[in-house]
Each structure stands twice: as C-alpha cells, then as structure tokens.
C-alpha cells in the first residue's frame, strides 16, 4: 500500500504543476454557487422553494465534481501511451495490479474537494437565507454521501476506459459519453426519490457496485 500511495503522491503532483488546470474545477462549481446566491436572495422569496433549488444544486454539484474525473483519468494510462512511457510504469516495484489502485488514487482527491467544498459553500447560503430549517436532514447529507461514491465510480470508470484506450482523446470521449448518459439517471433519481432512504441507499450501493467492477476489470487486465 505504501507503494501505491507513493503513485497517487506523484500522479497528484503532475497535476499540481500546471495551476491553469485548476481553472474548470474552481470555474463551474463557483458559478454554480453564484447562481445558486442569485436564486435565494434575488429571485425566490419563499424558503420552501429556496430549498428545492438548493437541493437540486446540491445534486448537480455531485455530478459536476464527478465529472473533473473525465480529463485526469483520460491521461491515466492512455497518456502513458502517448508518452511512452507504459513500460517505464510497468517496470515500477509494486504489483501491476495495484498500479489501477494508484491512479485512481492519484484522481480521486480533485472532483472529491470540488464537489464537497461547492456543496458546503450553497448549504451554508442555505443556512444564511433560512430554507435549511424547512430540509429533511437526509435530504441534505444523502448528496454530501454522494459526491465521495459518485466520485469514486467515474475516477475508476474513467481510469479503466483510460487502460482499454490508445490516446487521451479517445478515453475523454468515451468517459464523456457515459457521463452525459448517467447524468439524467443520478438528477432524476436524487429528485425523485427524496425522503426515500431506502432508495437513496440502493442508488448508492449500485454506484460502490459499479466502482467494484471498474476495479474489478481493470485489475484483471493489468495481471
């Protein structure tokens, strides 16, 4: 484990290098935080409706943190490739399996912090505009549950797509087409099934599920 954390610390810091990438992950979420400002305090004057778009921010910011996984897991292995540098990583001393494990572990921290300080910043002008006394505390900690499993599964989906593809832009493409395909599912079932615990629950055991799998193949084909 020490050596895959030791991949995650050097895949963090090659991100870290260019501060122009940071640009989308502040960017969407603060616009989003900025909208969602002007809607309580500008637009709706009734707390119960204020809460209802604070829900629906709450979820949308779980899929925009999720979705800054695209472009980092795109480059996991795929920009190896390109690089030419795949054997040099295959060549390191830690299990080739494990290697999956380190470069979700290298993406996995950027759309969690995102996500979670975006919808930490709209609950606390929830709190600020006094609708958060009209939530159901499920309603507002299921999408703080979201973000991190959400997160996970579209860093090991877009790592796996990543391992299975030639170039960057190939494994950008295909991972953004299953986002925009798992984009409606996640929105419609967060609305629908709000004060559903059970439900909620059963929506985050599938995403651990599909995160399992992910690992899963992608541990296999590394062997």
Known sequence: MKQVMRLARHEWSLVMRDPRFFIPFVAVPLILIVLHGISLFAVSGDPVQGWTLTRTFLAVLSLV????????GADAFAGEKERHSWETLLCLPLPRNQLFIGKVLGVLPFPLKAGWVGQILVLCLAGWNGCLRFAEPMEWIFPL??????????????????????TVRGAAQLTGLSLLILFPVVIVGTQAWSGHPVYLMYLLLGLLAGAGVCFGMGMKQLQ
Not at 65 to 72: E, F, I, K, M, Y
Request: glycine content about 4%; overall charge neutral.
């Open 65 to 72: 943190g999720a979705s800054l996984a695209v472009p980092l």
């Open 145 to 166: 549950l979201l973000t991190p499993i959400l997160s996970l599964f579209f860093c090991a989906l877009s790592v796996l797509i990543s391992l299975r593809s030639d």
